[in-house]
């Protein structure tokens, strides 16, 4: 016998069956709590130093509950979902709203922000529009933090990716379901809650484990916040069933909404969510809905939180939501950037505040209501007519918007080709440190122009030359060997990224003289073109051995990382290969305020290297600003405003001050970037740093003849020759 047919949703709500699908009705205080939600957010990008409201989360949850009811009914009464109406409805309501904030953010942008950033504002738009924002943030390794004046004004379409990708899979979930419901004995609603039940919890365990390593990755990642997604799915499924006994409803709906509105006052939800601490945010979106009188009881007339949520204030900050959140933070960003501040004075707040509430205004006076009164109401035919235009005009939108840019990105970026960053290069024009004669650097030479006073990019000052390389996307001009996954680890607790791992030559010599290692950070790494142009030149092995941000020093018990794996690993990767020299830091200059110093426990590392039979050259570490110097660049400012203030480093090479483990060498190099102990953001006409503190591939080659100089004074033995 054939298992009973589980009963329809008509039937089942007739019957009172747990498994009736939620009816559709308006939910006034759902729409004042989420303008409640999106209000938070603003308010405390403006005036919180940083905070997260916990609205984001809210927010999230709600689209989860909206959409779940819509398509499961659907999915349910026709076997099918109209996709032509569904990703019409999306066109009108979501997409339409983004574009036109994207397009208006990319054209300011690219006239307010500095050259040096429009390739990323241009590739982030891109990725706005086709809502994978989320992941572009975590590939290029920003934060979710209080904005700065080199913070994207598409930061915040990390959430509405999130958001978009959701929409892009639930109805396949809500379609599953229904088929498991005709399989089996369960109901839509039951089907679909069970479904969403794993991927919750799927979801809600990444979030823990990816949490110990990278919380700015599971903060912005899709798999993390699929949970809070399906929350206010669920609740969408429980339907009528979600109310709470009378006597209590009331005291529970205030609670609720003092859960949602503390949140940002009493968690730190950038260092938290998405992990369990979201659920105060949520339980109080729970409570809240639950607490909803039935539309038969009578009223006890006492205040609710669903009567607060459902007046007037709340219903227009429903209203205008979408649009406050699309343009205030692109206003931030834009005012700091004028301004020249870190962050909003209290009039620039209230400014941007204004300005968002009239420009989301505006946006659903003009374009959201218009297009939302497009909705079909004619027969099926005429339906998918009028749903047809919307769709073709967003698909025309993406696929020109992709297109477009992409197109300015490869146009406009100069990223390095095969082979050396120099090549071709005029060096009579462009001599960089070769501006520093071999005896005296730079205090007497009649080619630096009085180097150190005066312009340190003009050379004999005779002729006015652009600087080299282009600002334009300089920071895509990394050594080759960190643009490669196989064997450069980046930054960060991702797991993995502890393991040793090693870049090879990829001109490796048949039988190499030397096998020499640059070890560390990238302040090891940024040197690769000097040492592969020494290595064609006396036939060595260079070989490149780095994670992002970690250096030798001690391990720290108090904040364990994966940096402290790999520092332990070093030595016995050493031992399995043939390397005759490590090259590192020694020293570092920080970014922040304070002096040249050597990391705790470096030593101990040191002898740890030199212990595996290998040699060690520490080289003087290279000085960092605080900003970006391309960017202080193409703002207007000159090559020595825009270096790094030389008072950093120590008045003696702190290495020259200790004492270091046999077969440990030292290199100062520092004149060449700061002559007559005056840095500068550009010498011989070469752009010096590609960043705040990362030295361009192209000076780096103009080094090349003085690190040859200092290293055959030092250690003739790599040359084959022995010091007299």
């Known amino acids: 016998m054939s298992a009973p047919r589980p009963p329809t949703e008509a039937s089942a709500r007739a019957q009172g069956h747990p498994g009736a699908l939620p009816g559709r009705r308006y939910r006034p205080e759902l729409h004042g709590l989420r303008g409640l939600a999106i209000a938070g957010v603003v308010l405390f990008h403006l005036f919180g130093a940083g905070r997260v409201s916990g609205g984001i989360d809210i927010f999230l949850a709600i689209s989860g509950f909206l959409f779940t009811a819509m398509l499961l009914r659907e999915a349910d009464s026709t076997g099918r979902i109209d996709f032509l109406k569904y990703f019409a409805r999306l066109a009108r309501r ?19 922000l500095p050259m040096t950033r429009h390739s990323q504002l241009v590739t982030e738009a891109r990725a706005s529009l086709l809502y994978f924002e989320n992941f572009e943030l975590i590939r290029s390794q920003l ?3 209080a904005a700065g004046p080199e913070t994207s004004p598409f930061q915040h379409f990390w959430s509405l990716s999130v958001q ?9 979930v809500a379609l599953i379901a229904v088929w498991l419901s005709r399989r089996t004995r369960f109901s839509p609603a039951s089907a679909m809650a069970g479904l969403i039940g794993l991927l919750m919890a799927g979801s809600f365990s990444f979030a823990l484990y990816l949490q110990q390593h990278s919380q700015a990755e599971a ?6 916040r699929i949970w809070e997604l399906g929350f206010g799915g669920i609740l969408a499924l429980l339907g009528a069933r979600l109310v709470l006994p009378r006597p209590v409803r009331t005291a529970a709906g205030w609670l609720g909404l003092a859960l949602i509105i503390s949140c940002g006052f009493l968690l730190d939800g950038a260092a938290l969510f998405p992990g369990p601490w979201a659920l105060w945010p949520l339980v109080g979106l729970a409570l809240v809905m639950a607490s909803a009188a039935r539309a038969e009881d009578p009223s006890d007339g006492m205040p609710t939180a669903q009567g607060l949520l459902a007046t007037g204030i709340f219903s227009r900050l429903g209203d205008i939501a979408y649009g406050l959140y699309l343009w205030h933070w692109p206003l931030v960003i834009f005012v700091l950037e004028l301004r020249g501040d870190a962050e909003l004075s209290a009039g620039d707040a209230v400014f941007v505040l204004g300005a968002s509430l009239l ?3 505006l946006t659903y006076r003009l374009l959201e209501q218009p297009l939302a009164r497009r909705r079909p109401t004619d027969s099926a035919g005429r339906s998918r007519s009028k749903g047809l235009v919307p769709v073709a005009l967003a698909a025309g939108s993406l696929v020109i918007g992709g297109l477009a840019t992409t197109a300015y990105v490869q146009l406009t970026t100069a990223r390095d080709t095969d082979g050396l960053a120099m090549a071709g290069v005029d060096r009579q024009l462009y001599p960089g440190a070769d501006i520093f004669s071999a005896n005296d650097l730079g205090a007497n030479d009649p080619r630096t122009n009085d180097l150190g006073a005066n312009d340190l990019g003009a050379n004999d000052g005779a002729r006015d030359v652009a600087i080299y390389p282009e600002l334009g996307g ?32 990829s001109a490796e010599p048949a039988d190499p003289t030397q096998t020499i290692m640059l070890a560390g950070g990238s302040h090891a790494g940024h040197w690769h073109n000097a040492w592969i142009m020494l290595a064609e030149r006396h036939h060595w092995e260079v070989l490149v051995s780095t994670k992002g941000g970690c250096v030798f020093r001690a391990n720290d018990p108090d904040q364990p ?20 020299l490590v090259v590192t830091p020694g020293t570092a200059i920080p970014r922040e305020p304070g002096t040249e110093q050597i990391h705790d426990g470096a030593q101990v590392r040191w002898e740890q290297i030199t212990g595996t039979g290998t040699n060690l050259l520490l080289l003087r570490g290279t000085p960092r600003q605080e900003e970006n110097v391309p960017d202080c660049l193409a703002q207007g400012d000159d090559a020595l405003e825009c270096a790094p203030d030389y008072a950093k480093f120590a008045e003696s090479n702190p290495l020259t001050e200790i004492d270091l483990p046999d077969d440990t060498y030292t290199l100062d190099l520092t004149d060449h970037f700061c002559p007559a102990q005056q840095c500068s953001a550009v010498i011989g006409n070469v752009l010096v740093y590609r960043d705040s503190h990362h030295l361009t591939n192209e000076y780096v080659e103009t080094m090349v003849p003085h690190l040859e100089r200092n290293l055959r004074e030092s250690m003739p033995q790599l040359f084959g020759t022995q010091a007299s």
């Open 474 to 505: 300089i920071s895509q001009r990394v050594p080759e060997y960190a643009g490669r996954d196989d064997c450069h680890q980046p930054t960060g607790n991702e797991p993995g990224t502890g393991e040793v791992l090693v870049c090879e030559d």
């Open 219 to 224: 903060y912005l990642l899709t798999q993390t």
């Open 561 to 580: 990382s994966l940096c402290d794996d790999w520092n332990d690993a070093f030595p016995e990767m050493l031992k399995e290969r043939s390397v005759d």
């Open 143 to 145: 934060s979710y933090e």
């Open 94 to 112: 979501i997409l339409a709203p983004a574009a036109l904030v994207i397009g208006t953010t990319t054209l300011l942008g690219l006239m307010i």
């Open 164 to 172: 978009g990708q959701f929409y892009l899979i639930w109805p396949a």
């Open 359 to 361: 420009l989301g205004w």
